[in-house]
T-cell receptor, first 112, second 114 residues
């Protein structure tokens, strides 16, 4: 089962681009890479998911190199409301699976 | 569209008491999950249900039981609460949509066991 490694915390100033990298050396062929965002006293919220190369949506971009052993979540021009914990998960290749593990995540603090 | 609804939002129990956490989703998802989150930690999977009528243990199932009552509802029961079960409990459902599985979470139940 693929586990992930992320920085414990990051600080950024408002308006900057933030990149959070996740290592997943034993990712399986069928695994997807998914990022979730969690605010205090709330459940995690889906941000973005990808399998390879680059994925972009209205919230973030996800960069995945060819070997898929790492991935980078990119948040453009962060604001104070982006202060949250960000989780990287690998798996999600089948329904109802028990192979989605949340690590401790990366606590992002956006500074005015 | 309510999504995933959990009740209650807060609960205080005494050691040895029992209670059931309720969860319902209105997104017609097949799969549902129960996680717990301890302070400063990530979420750990307690039980999951791939489809109506099936349940399986996750990472930390001891001390809990679950029931998948129907496609919408997935309940978590503590038969004899212990202080170690003080935590925030999250229910989730999931769907596979143009890619891998995506989880949708409720707002959580904060449980304290004294």
């Amino acid at each position: 089962l693929a586990k992930t490694t992320q920085p414990i915390s990051m600080d950024s100033y408002e308006g900057q681009e933030v990149n959070i990298t996740c290592s997943h050396n034993n990712i399986a062929t069928n695994d997807y890479i998914t990022w979730y965002q969690q605010f205090p006293s709330q459940g995690p919220r889906f941000i973005i998911q990808g399998y390879k190369t680059k994925v972009t949506n209205e919230v973030a971009s996800l960069f995945i190199p060819a070997d898929r052993k790492s991935s980078t979540l990119s948040l453009p021009r962060v604001s104070l409301s982006d202060t949250a914990v960000y989780y990287c998960l690998v798996g999600a290749d089948r329904s109802g699976a028990n192979n989605l593990f949340f690590g401790t995540g990366t606590r992002l603090t956006v500074i005015p | 569209n309510a999504g995933v609804t959990q009740t209650p939002k807060f609960q205080v129990l005494k050691t040895g008491q029992s209670m059931t956490l309720q969860c319902a989703q209105d997104m017609n998802h097949n799969s549902m999950y129960w996680y717990r989150q301890d302070p400063g930690m990530g979420l750990r999977l307690i039980y999951y249900s791939a489809s109506e009528g099936t349940t399986d243990k996750g990472e930390v199932p001891n001390g809990y039981n679950v029931s998948r009552l129907n496609k919408r509802e997935f309940s978590l029961r503590l038969e004899s609460a212990a202080p170690s079960q003080t935590s925030v409990y999250f229910c989730a459902s999931s769907v596979r949509d143009r890619g891998g599985e995506k989880l949708f979470f409720g707002s959580g139940t904060q449980l304290s066991v004294l």
